[in-house]
């Protein structure tokens, strides 16, 4: 069995972060390594961020001047990656969300916080490893039902719920 090694770490103090949450994040890791068939130990690390500090990192890396809700930032290329030096380890990349976003947006699509960083931490796992949404059409609507069936699987409905956000 693949073993992930999930690093995450809060840059943020707007939103609190419910019981739980990291280790719905690190399901949705190993999720998501399990249906792509990615045979690998790996290491991923996620940073919670508000919307000031991923804006500043979307205009840096992106060139586009806007707070947005997820950035991955893969470290690998064509299935190939990195390795730990002391376990071997493939280093899958970067991850960060902000937080604050995720809030707005879980409201603004009528489901949960659970549901919106299940959603987030599986998309930004397809970017790691090497899915495009904005490549073409085809690649997005792949992507998407890649997403719903990863989330279908852990039990993540549009209907799960956090209490206390």
């Not at 045979?39 to 996620?46: F, G, K, P, T």
């Not at 947005?68 to 990195?82: A, K, M, R």
């Not at 490893?129 to 997005?140: I, K, P, Q, R, T």
């Amino acid at each position: 069995m693949l073993k992930i090694k999930v690093m995450i770490k809060n840059n943020q103090k707007s939103v609190k972060i419910p019981a739980g949450l990291r280790l719905l994040i690190r399901k949705c890791c190993h999720a998501v390594l399990e249906s792509e068939g990615f045979n690998y130990d790996a290491e991923v690390s996620i940073l919670f961020v508000d919307n000031k500090e991923i804006r500043q990192l979307n205009r840096i890396y992106r060139n586009k001047d806007k707070a947005t809700d997820v950035l991955s930032f893969p470290l690998g290329e064509n299935g190939n990656y990195d390795s730990n030096k002391e376990t071997g380890a493939k280093l899958l990349g970067d991850i960060v969300i902000s937080l604050e976003t995720a809030v707005k947006q879980a409201h603004n699509y009528g489901h949960s916080f659970e549901r919106e960083i299940g959603f987030l931490t599986v998309h930004s796992m397809l970017h790691l490893l090497g899915y495009d949404h904005e490549a073409a059409a085809l690649d997005s609507a792949l992507m998407h039902e890649k997403e719903e069936f990863i989330l279908e699987r852990l039990g993540i409905s549009r209907q799960s719920a956090f209490t206390d956000i």
